[in-house]
């Protein structure tokens, strides 16, 4: 069973682009309160931070690749309405 995606356990989950952009969302508000902070700690996590921004960044853009796909090929997912998955199995 998933937590947070949509599976047919949990059809009302988010799809995965959904949910990264949600924490994409939060790692950037905890970046503006330690933007000014000129501590060599701050200047080191906000680098890393940023780093995760980009990673977040790449993958929302592969899984919003994914759902076009399966769109394109399968139609819109009916998971939501407890229809079946359109690759894979159930």
């Known amino acids: 069973m998933t937590r947070f995606l949509v599976s047919d356990e949990n059809p009302s989950g988010y799809k995965l682009e959904e949910i990264l952009t949600v924490i994409r969302a939060d790692v950037l508000k905890r970046c503006t309160k330690i933007a000014l902070d000129e501590r060599p700690e701050a200047k080191h996590v906000l680098a890393n931070n940023m780093k995760v921004l980009n990673h977040l960044t790449d993958a929302i853009q592969l899984a919003l690749d994914s759902t076009r796909t399966l769109d394109k090929a399968f139609?819109?997912?009916?998971?939501?309405?407890?229809?079946?998955?359109?690759?894979g199995v159930a």
Not at 75 to 83: E, F, I, N
Request: net charge positive; no cysteine; charged share 25%.
């Open 75 to 87: 139609g819109p997912s009916l998971a939501k309405d407890g229809g079946p998955p359109r690759i």
